[in-house]
């Protein structure tokens, strides 16, 4: 089954570990995209949450940057109140797991979106349902661009290293989370990414944003 509407830019925001600022940056990227007024749609599959944290759940930042009711962000019966992975929540809390082709099936995208976030839970390497974690998703929503959100400093190079290759050539760009450039490590990490390891890297969101647009546009923009 294709989820109506698929939107003519689809983008899948993931990440090489977990409270890396995922949220944030699908948030920013969408506010970006609509100043630059681009129709945009964002959606958070599963998500799991602890109930005694007074914060704002990720479907109610990504709503909030959309426009959206959270409830289109993310379907009320995916909402798993217990800290854990989404499918491992469900399975503590007694409930019927759901698999990915589930997940896919109950995307529903506004028409003509131009361009639809999905936010994934954890990271890439985390499972998103019962039969499959974020690289599995990926392959099953055939995003065309992913964005692989990492923290600057020690370990990051490993960390985007084996996310890239467990997403096995997909057109991916890395968003370095957090950078600051008066901090040395950050400025290596982001040049060895670039230049050795030959993988694009944005470090502000306009940046990308300009990325997501040029995919419809190779000299920029939609039109």
Known sequence: MVPPHRPATLVVVAGTGTD??????????????????????????????????????????????TGES?????????????????????????LAPFTLRDIRDELRW???????????????????????DGVDMVKLLEPDLVVLVALPG??????????????GGR????????FDPSDELHSANLSWLRERAGLAVEVSVSSL????????????GFG
């Open 110 to 132: 506004p028409p003509a979106t131009d361009v639809g976030i999905v936010e994934q839970a954890g990271g890439i390497g985390a499972p998103q349902a019962s039969d499959g």
């Open 20 to 65: 890396i600022g995922k949220t944030w940056v699908g948030s920013q990227l969408a506010g970006e995209l609509r100043l630059r007024g681009f129709t945009v749609a964002a959606r958070k599959p599963a998500q799991s949450f602890d109930p005694a944290v007074d914060h704002p759940l990720d479907a109610e930042l990504l709503a909030a940057a």
């Open 209 to 220: 944003a300009g990325d997501v647009a040029g995919l419809r546009d190779p000299l920029g």
């Open 70 to 94: 959270v409830t289109d962000v993310c379907p009320p019966a995916r909402w798993y109140a217990k800290p854990m992975a989404p499918p491992m929540a469900a399975e503590s809390m007694g």
């Open 171 to 178: 057109r991916l760009v890395v968003y370095m989370n957090r």
């Open 154 to 167: 020690l370990g990051t190079l490993s960390s985007v290293s084996l996310a890239v290759r467990a997403l």
